[in-house]
């Protein structure tokens, strides 16, 4: 079976996103997204996704509902009966709302991912969630120069780590962690 990565980008001080969801401070830094931590190597490794519902509408907000760009299954955590479903090259994504227990979709997305590892793309809370249910292998983040009075969370939780690899790309550095102690 795959890992569970949770693969994101911080501030240094623990956020992904500002308190009203803004990533200026992210998506105006260098990297090279061949390298470490710049997602290219890691995307091939990935079966599955899944994300909170905030992140999936800040994807349709920002890249377009018609501009899907991911063509693995991808299960997007809400309670909400009104989202729409993005599309790719014009046909619906493969996008599966749910408010199912994490263990479950975890085990959906595993059966789907067909040993590849599934990707959790945020936000912190739900990445808390599957830590929890003890479904959290490893977490990839890409440290952005700043810092800001406040946001989104990174990972609202005690989770013991262990640190695996440091790496530095351009404006980043990127910290590899494998969940729980050794
Ligand atoms: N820096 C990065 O690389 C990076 C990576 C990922 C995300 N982000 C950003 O970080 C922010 C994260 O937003 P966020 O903190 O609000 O987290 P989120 O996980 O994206 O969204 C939270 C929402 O997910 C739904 N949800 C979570 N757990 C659920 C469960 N067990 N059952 C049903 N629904 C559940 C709820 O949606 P409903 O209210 O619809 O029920 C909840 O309000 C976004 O702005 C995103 O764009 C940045």
Redesign the pocket.
Known sequence: MGKTVYF???TVNG???SDD???SW?LTRDIDQGGPGGGEEFFATVGAMV?????????LDHEGADAWEYDVPCW?????DD?PVARRNGRRGDIRF???D?ADVHAEMSAAAGGRDLWM???????G?FADAGLLDEVIV?FAPVTLASG??LLPRHVELELLDVARNRDFVVATYRVGKR
């Open positions: 994101t980008a911080s956020f992904l996103a969801h803004d990533l992210l994300m909170g519902s905030s992140t999936y509408r800040w994807i997007v955590f809400t309670h909400r989202l749910t408010r199912a994490v793309v945020g936000g912190g809370d739900l990445a969630q890409s989104r969370p």
